[in-house]
T-cell receptor, first 113, second 114 residues
Framework: AQSVTQPDIHITVSEGASLELRCNYS??????LFWYVQSPGQGLQLLLK??????LVQGIKGFEAEFKRSQSSFNLRKPSVHWSDAAEYFC???????????FGTGTSLTVIP | DAGVIQSPRHEVTEMGQEVTLRCKPI?????LFWYRQTMMRGLELLIY????????DSGMPEDRFSAKMPNASFSTLKIQPSEPRDSAVYFC????????????FGPGTRLTVL
């Protein structure tokens, strides 16, 4: 069965520090890969996506993610975190057929001054 | 485009009452998804439509839940009768024609059943 794993339920980082949020997926082929961000009381906003090609993708708000086929991973990174980045982050997998979409359980990010 | 529109944004009702949540997808999008988000279970896919036809409703928790899409610009999720355990945020999302699989989410409806 397809699955998306975000092993870190909660992460705390200092403002200005670097950030990496982990995501692993289980699927027989390379799916579409996404990272969404959800601020408190808000809907989900797409940060970035990977379909094919360059394995390092750039997104909005200074985020990037790297697809590593050998590790079935799609980790999200940001070199310098801002207080406004505090939110819930969801990794998601979209499959080629049937438009099935699977979300990870999310990682809650706290940014401290 | 205004994005995916959901109404109401907040709904408070009493146990046993009927609740109807509404969604207007982005024009031209032919897939529509309903999700439920709770602290305990995270984001759960309830049902999705393609060209107004329900494709997979295996995530609908029980017969109290029903969803319809009478036309390409409108969908409803109905709970009858509602129970306190239905309290959650319900999101609607749509995907454009072409199968890019990028989902565009609405702002959600926060449902509280007392």
């Amino acid at each position: 069965a397809q699955s998306v794993t975000q092993p870190d339920i909660h992460i705390t980082v200092s403002e200005g520090a670097s950030l990496e949020l982990r995501c692993n997926y289980s699927y027989g082929a390379t799916p579409y890969l996404f990272w969404y961000v959800q601020s408190p009381g808000q809907g989900l906003q797409l940060l970035l996506k990977y379909f094919s090609g360059d394995t390092l993708v750039q997104g909005i708000k200074g985020f990037e993610a790297e697809f590593k086929r050998s590790q079935s991973s799609f980790n999200l990174r940001k070199p310098s975190v801002h207080w406004s980045d505090a939110a819930e982050y969801f990794c998601a997998v979209g499959l080629y057929t049937g438009n099935q979409f699977y979300f990870g359980t999310g990682t809650s990010l706290t940014v401290i001054p | 485009d205004a994005g995916v529109i959901q109404s109401p944004r907040h709904e408070v009702t009493e146990m046993g009452q009927e609740v109807t949540l509404r969604c207007k997808p982005i024009s031209g999008h032919d897939y529509l998804f309903w999700y439920r988000q709770t602290m305990m279970r995270g984001l759960e896919l309830l049902i999705y439509f393609n060209n107004n036809v329900p494709i997979d409703d295996s995530g609908m928790p029980e017969d109290r839940f029903s969803a319809k899409m009478p036309n390409a610009s409108f969908s409803t999720l109905k709970i009858q009768p509602s129970e306190p355990r239905d309290s959650a945020v319900y999101f609607c999302a749509s995907i454009p024609t072409g199968g890019s699989n990028e989902q565009f989410f609405g702002p959600g409806t926060r449902l509280t059943v007392l």
